[in-house]
């Protein structure tokens, strides 16, 4: 899938099996503990077409400089939306355009579904990322709490 706008140095493609080594090790840079192994079965279960889809951005070299996964939401309250779970560019290889081409990707999956909208999460703390997503059009709606619960 090439990108729309500007000049593509890294190609966006469907995330494949072989590339959960290389996902792993991005969702680590995210600050995500993550084995190869894990990935490898997590990626694994979203790959049948299904609400979820996994692209990453390939260099021309064949490295992965990052990844993203989307889904559907399916809500009581809201109309059908497509949720970025995940986006990461490796650190080494931000600033070639990979994490627009993905959202681009991403926002046109979404679209192709019959989403109205396309939302996502970022940590308080990721200041260059909130500055990407207001770059993208994205505006910061809500701010809450995440709770969770170990079972």
């Not at 996964?69 to 059908?80: A, C, N, Y």
């Amino acid at each position: 899938m090439a990108a729309t706008s500007g000049i593509s140095v890294v190609r966006v493609r469907r995330a494949v099996e072989e590339d959960a080594a290389a996902l792993a090790a991005l969702a680590v840079q995210l600050g995500y503990p993550c084995e190869p192994r894990e990935a490898e079965e997590r990626l694994l279960a979203l790959l049948p077409p299904t609400d979820h889809a996994v692209f990453v951005a390939e260099t021309p070299e064949g490295a992965i400089a990052g990844w993203l996964h989307v889904s559907l939401s399916r809500l009581i309250e809201s109309p059908l939306r497509a949720e970025v779970n995940g986006l990461i560019v490796d650190g080494t290889k931000r600033s070639l355009g990979a994490g627009k081409q993905m959202l681009e990707v991403a926002e046109r999956w979404a679209r192709e579904r019959g989403c109205q909208n396309v939302n996502l999460r970022s940590n308080v703390l990721r200041e260059r990322a909130h500055a990407f997503y207001l770059r993208e059009g994205y505006e910061h709606y809500k701010t809450q709490k995440a709770f969770r619960k170990k079972l």
